[in-house]
């Protein structure tokens, strides 16, 4: 690995920790500080930690990979994407924002349905914790799996050596700065990541002639490739639409919102993570649908699709602009794995530790618990990233989905519905969690097809959650005069 390289990485490796050590006198001193950083993250951090924290390596690597492979069909799921954090932030932001902190200041999602439902039982609570640890533990191990392979592909290290080093620098500044340092970090490598996202895929498209010359250049190798309806069916333009479902549900996003310092910050926030992640995009697709035409025209034999990224940054730039666009690549993934590492953590802390452990416990004594709970899980995230061969946008998917249809229905209604219940909320939890779990494991095949690939899970999921929630509710719900103050308060003020 060139000089050049190394020492970009390495300043980058010096600013995440700086940030960590930085966060951890700023904010780490209690639980609330710790886990949601005192509600005061500013417009432009909660938007590109939002980002950088929802845009995984899957950003960088499965995205531009996936366009590699099957040119504009691609697309659908970017325009999903984009469509669902815009709703998201349009919808689901101001509401939640408003609803957590009346409804006694709630700092995870399972403490929000708590409080939301006033549920004294704490099965709820229970529940969607148990959803966030199993889900998010398979999630960031995609992250690992990312970290692995660039390490593998970009720096000739074993795959295994990668998924320790990628863990051990996350867990460094997350163990320590908490929800401060993971939000500072996130914005610091939402800015890395922007300016990757265009300068690779600009200097390739230079590289192969310009726009006209690439569009030939695809049309010759392979005219499907320009065709965003090859092999897209009704049924498959629904599912890659459908990612944009997911946004609803993903806590390590949501939780932005909840942190925002105001309600009034919320829509130059989302002015600035929707310019953010439309040129993201826009840049992810673009170099891997470049990378076609370059491999083409200099026969470059790309083995794992996923690396196009890496191996264009090491082509085509000098080593100090490989080192930084590799740690662009780093950013990604790790700003993912600290935020699923940190809601994680809060869960295991906040929502069982606390609760049925010791409810008397400091604030010290649960800051010291919610450090040690990062440690466990992303050893278990390891453990479950051994397999090199993993695909990560396959992991990503199947995590994506199952808190989509678990929680995204849940949020939406609890945020809009008054009349919606307890057992309702309870009830499509469960039922969109499983239901996606079915789709993707259950023994059943049509034509020769898993019903997976058939219709993306989140599909039936979301579905099944919402009319299970509808439901239920119509037959259980029960007027509370205390809930029904709260709702009305949030109605006042949106």
Known sequence: MELGSIISLAAYFAVMIYIGVYSYRKSSKDISGYMLGGRSLSPSVTALSAGASDMSGWMLMGLPGAMFVTGFSS??????????????????????????????????????????????????????????VVFFTVYTSSGVVAGGKLFESAFGLSYHLGLYITAGVVVGYTLFGGFLAVSLTDFVQGCIMFVALILVPTVVVMEVGG?????????????????????????????????????????HIIVRFMAIRSVKDIPLARNIGMTWMIVAVIGALGTGFAGIAYASATGLKVEDPETIFIVLSQLLFHPLIAGFLLAAILAAIMSTISSQLLVTSSSLTNDFYLMFCNEKASDKHLVLVGRISVVVVALLAILLAQDPNSSILNIVSNAWAGFGAAFGPVVILSLYWKKMSKDGALAGIITGATTVLLWIYLPVTINGQSLSSIVYEIVPGFIVCTLTILIVSKFTYKASSEIEDIFDKVEEQH
Do not use: C, K
């Open 75 to 132: 697309v659908w799921v970017a325009v999903g994407l984009v469509s669902g954090a815009f709703l998201n932030y349009l919808i689901v932001a101001p509401r939640l924002r408003t609803y957590t902190e009346l409804a006694n200041d709630a700092i995870t999602l399972p403490d929000y349905f708590e409080n939301r439902f006033q549920d004294n039982t704490h099965v709820l609570r229970v529940v969607a914790s148990l959803v966030i």
């Open 211 to 251: 726009l006209s010359e690439l569009q030939h250049s695809v049309a010759v190798i392979n005219p499907n490739l320009l065709d965003m309806f090859h092999n897209m069916g009704v049924i498959s333009i629904i599912s890659a639409l459908a990612w944009g479902l997911g946004y609803f549900g993903q806590p």
